[in-house]
């Protein structure tokens, strides 16, 4: 499905309306195409803090308009574009990527021939392991445009497949603190590895986090470094996590997790996602989440093409912009698992997507996570933390990755959803609601 160019400045307006009405202040002016807040923001070194602009700005909404917490990611990239200028910039429609790079698949050598004759270098070259694919990262010649440049060499080269190096932001819609935690009834002690495994590309996991403490995780990314996110770390523990009061849907299988940010404003890029998507393909874990949002990338549309073909099963959130949004990527892919979030009743998030990109629905609001920092668990929300409980209930029936096995997969789990449309789908929930049981409820981490 060919998507409909869309602008994130029109979109952006109106929260930025909304904000100003509810703080009393006038927008600020546009920079990169972009509105800038006159929000307190963090400014640590090289870090895109968008847990802390996610959270002050479900504050100042509260109350306000429920449906303007759909807006929250556009805000999270007007910001990002305002505070990396010096590596970021926006695509024709707003959506950021890296600044003066172009990527190029599996190019002949003609191709790259006709690259360095159009003035642009070759930066890095990605091997895709087994997916037999490579990701040529092209630098484009300072002082001229990333978009006419992009152009020009698809005018020059029509066989070949090239596109901007667009970053992708986490589909959350906001973390919530919780006070201490009270006296939760004691979970079972969780059982020997049952050899399930489960991927996940996200931010880092922080594996000392006491939730993790018995889970296996293997780490990719970042140079050998852990770099603890607060999302990746969320997402994660509700597939492996395990503690006296907390448990994930899968607390014994085997979570191999790609970084993809690494705490760099480039972050997110799709040449890092695809990679990460070749290291798991090659480590032969099935059922990968994403729990990540953008705009559509040929680049990033190939590599899930290709992973979908082997039997790879990707769960991808829908994202947060709202019922009547464009279609988000990669969850708009086809064979990709979008999930979306309900309620504690079964009702759509109103954040939420929808669309035939819905395949399943399970719980994203009035639940816990895990948390970095004091307390150790948070209230989230959000179809980022509904994709994870799916993946981990699709990777407890698919252990390697194979198509036919992979399609049975989602039968089966269509066959145990609830809430079940008339029609047997429908544009909220897919096929129905999964996983009401693994909602970690927050009363039980209250005082």
């Given amino acids: 499905m060919k998507p409909k160019p869309f602008s994130l400045l029109a979109r952006l307006l109106r929260p930025i309306l909304l904000l100003s009405a509810v703080l009393g202040v006038a927008p600020a002016q546009a920079q990169l195409r972009l509105p800038s807040l006159n929000l307190p923001l963090p400014q640590p070194s090289g870090v895109i803090d968008t847990e802390t602009l996610r959270d002050r700005g479900a504050r100042l909404l509260a109350g306000a308009d429920v449906r303007a917490l759909g807006e929250l990611r556009l805000l999270q990239v007007g910001d990002l574009l305002r505070r990396h200028r010096d590596v970021l910039e926006p695509d ?22 006709a690259a360095k004759a159009a ?70 002690a969780t059982a020997a590895r049952s050899g399930v495994r489960i991927g996940l590309i996200d931010g880092g996991v922080a594996d000392n986090h006491p939730v993790f403490r018995e889970a296996a995780v293997t780490r990719w990314g ?56 070749g290291w798991l393909a090659k480590q032969r874990v099935a059922v990968i989440n994403i729990s990540l949002v953008g705009p559509p990338n040929l680049m990033l549309e190939r590599a899930v093409g290709a992973m979908v073909r082997r039997g790879h099963l990707l769960v991808a959130a829908v994202g947060n912009d709202g019922p009547a949004a464009a279609p988000l990527y990669p969850a708009s892919y086809p064979g990709v698992v979008g999930v979306s979030g309900v309620n504690r009743d079964g009702r759509t998030l109103p954040e939420a997507a929808r669309g035939p990109q819905v395949m399943f629905a399970a719980p994203g609001n009035q639940m ?79 005082e």
């Fill in 222 to 277: 970042c140079e050998g470094r852990l770099i603890p996110d607060a999302h990746g770390t969320a997402v994660a523990a509700l597939m492996v996590g395990h503690s006296s009061r907390f448990r994930g849907v899968a607390p014994d299988a085997e979570l191999y997790a790609a970084d993809v940010y690494c705490r760099s404003p480039t972050g997110g890029a799709v040449e890092r996602i695809a990679a990460a998507l």
């Fill in 92 to 113: 024709p429609h707003g959506e950021p990527m890296v600044r003066s790079q172009i990527l190029a698949w599996s190019p002949s050598a003609a191709s790259l021939q």
């Fill in 119 to 188: 003035g642009l270098q070759v930066i890095e070259v990605s091997t895709l392991g087994v997916l037999d694919e490579t990701i040529v990262v092209l630098g484009v010649p300072v002082g001229t445009s990333t978009a006419a440049m992009l152009e020009k060499l698809r005018a020059l080269d029509p066989g070949g497949q090239y596109d901007f190096n667009h970053v992708y932001t986490t589909s959350a819609s906001r973390p919530i603190g919780l006070s201490a935690p009270g006296s939760a009834p004691a979970l079972p």
């Fill in 368 to 446: 816990v996570s895990a948390a970095l920092g004091r307390p150790p668990y948070r209230v989230v929300r959000g179809t980022s933390f509904a994709a994870p409980i799916v993946a981990a209930m699709l990777a407890g029936e698919l252990g390697e990755p194979e198509p036919q096995a992979a399609r049975q997969a989602i039968r089966t789990l269509a066959r145990q959803a609830s809430g079940v449309p008339a029609n047997g789908v429908s544009n909220e929930i897919g096929y129905g609601v999964l996983g009401g049981a693994f909602r970690n409820d927050p009363d039980n981490f209250r």
